[in-house]
T-cell receptor, first 112, second 114 residues
């Protein structure tokens, strides 16, 4: 089954404790992206990658890191999480170009 | 600066009637528009799209209309069914050789009343 898989689905952590949210897609897509969804703000792009070893900042990249060492994986790293990073996070992938993207089920993160 | 706006946070429609969801945008460079649907505890799923060279695109019960002069698009669902209850996001992008960036609206929660 074609899918984008994020783990974990739920995460509660404390300020400053490094964490990684994994994202994997099995569709051989070149494009991958991370979004956060916050009430009243819709989906905002954090980082994206057009291909292996190519990443770029989205609208809200501060406090996040990403890497794209393999085509299928695109982890999101929070080196020192803060409470304002409490949010619902989505990973997405697309074949080429970024228009029709396939989303993972989401990771709900709470930073205390 | 919200470049894509969905001014109605919620909408309730009787089953069988037409649902109309609206979206306005400010960036005249946008040339591709999409609607995504999101159920609770799931990621958004692509629903329908339209290029700026068209003013209408139909897919079954779903039709998207684009009014470029008004910078407005709308999604019509006819007839509305209970399974259509979800949050709907409109999104827009500028063609950029595969490097398109999607800008999303804030979403409209549609509730279909049986």
């Amino acid at each position: 089954e074609a899918q984008v898989t994020q783990n974990p689905r739920y995460l509660i952590t404390v300020t400053g404790k490094k964490l990684t949210v994994t994202c994997s897609q099995n569709m051989n897509h070149e494009y991958m992206s991370w979004y956060r969804q916050d009430p009243g703000l819709g989906l905002r792009q954090i980082y994206y990658s057009m291909n292996v070893e190519v990443t770029d900042k989205g609208d809200v990249p501060e406090g996040y890191k990403v890497s794209r060492k393999e085509k299928r994986n695109f982890p999101l790293i929070l080196e020192s999480p803060s409470p304002n990073q409490t949010s619902l996070y989505f990973c997405a992938s697309a074949l080429q170009g970024a228009n029709i993207q396939y989303f993972g089920a989401g990771t709900r993160l709470s930073v205390l | 600066d919200q470049q894509v706006k969905q001014n109605s946070p919620s909408l309730s429609v009787q089953e069988g009637r037409i649902s109309i969801l609206n979206c306005d945008y400010t960036n005249s460079m946008f040339d591709y528009f999409l609607w995504y649907k999101k159920y609770p505890a799931e990621g958004p799923t692509f629903l329908i799209s339209i290029s700026s060279i068209k003013d209408k695109n139909e897919d079954g019960r779903f039709t998207v209309f684009l009014n470029k002069s008004a910078k407005h698009l709308s999604l019509h669902i006819v007839p509305s069914q209970p399974g259509d209850s979800a949050v709907y996001f409109c999104a827009a992008s500028v063609s950029n050789f595969g490097n398109e960036k999607l800008t999303f609206g804030t979403g409209t929660r549609l509730t279909i009343i049986p």
